[in-house]
């Protein structure tokens, strides 16, 4: 069974610009969960969806928001890149009706914003 | 909401020795709190995890134990190895039930 799958593994943006990033769980798997990864600070819950729904959302701004899609893949947008963006952003899924079960996190992707 | 604060940060031990990392979270209704490895440039994994019907739990040379009375748990490694060297995170479940929340992470190092 293959493993969360995240694309791209690295992307370099600039101040103002919009980043939208990607990532397949594991077949069967409803649950997609989002964190931000920054030294320091761990890993910060940014949201969870399940059949398509947001059921929750962390402490972020507007700029971040998400969406997922009908086979479960799941993707994040982050508009309006601030220097404070730069992290590492895993997504990870999960086979019980919720994020707080066993996740499989994928191997994020790297974002630099300059 | 849930909020889990983790402690040390860092922490460096000799090879064989023990290492404990030490978690308290806010929310008295929460009754899962698993444990998460990241090895250096890796993906984080489930190392074990506990329910709130259970003190103590098991596996191998990890450990974890659970004071729902004091709101804490804690990660437990004896004779540790330098594999063991990577950061562990210990997460506590969100108020709706629906999500992880992390504490800020350990970053244990073990000098052989």
């Known amino acids: 069974k293959a493993g969360v799958t995240q694309t791209p593994r690295y992307l370099i943006k600039t101040r103002g610009q919009q980043v939208t990033l990607s990532c397949s769980p594991i077949?069967?798997?409803?649950?997609v969960s989002w964190y931000q990864q920054t030294p320091g600070q761990g890993l910060q819950f940014l949201f969870e969806?399940?059949?398509?729904?947001?059921?929750n959302k962390g402490n972020f701004p507007g700029r971040f928001s998400g969406r997922q899609f009908s086979n479960s893949r799941s993707e994040m947008n982050v508009s309006t890149l601030e220097l404070g963006d730069s992290a590492l952003y895993l997504c990870?899924?999960?086979?019980?009706?919720?994020?707080?079960?066993?996740?499989?996190f994928g191997s994020g992707t790297q974002l630099s914003v300059l | 909401g849930e909020n889990v604060e983790q402690h040390p940060s860092t922490l460096s031990v000799q090879e064989g020795d023990s290492a404990v990392i030490k978690c308290t979270y806010s929310d008295s209704a929460s009754n899962y709190f698993p444990w998460y490895k990241q090895e250096l440039g890796k993906r984080p994994q489930l190392i074990i995890d506990?329910?709130?019907?259970?003190g103590e739990k098991k596996d191998q040379r990890i450990a974890v134990t659970l004071n729902k009375t004091a709101k804490h748990f804690s990660l437990h490694i004896t004779e540790t190895q330098p594999e063991d060297s990577a950061v562990y995170f210990c997460?506590?479940?969100?108020?709706?039930?629906?999500?992880?929340?992390f504490g800020k992470g350990t970053t244990l190092s073990v000098s052989s």
């Open positions: 969806y399940f059949s398509e729904t947001q059921r």
């Open positions: 990870a899924s999960s086979g019980g009706q919720s994020g707080s079960e066993k996740l499989f």
């Open positions: 997460a506590g479940v969100n108020q709706a039930g629906t999500a992880l929340i």
């Open positions: 077949s069967g798997h409803r649950s």
């Open positions: 506990i329910r709130s019907n259970v």
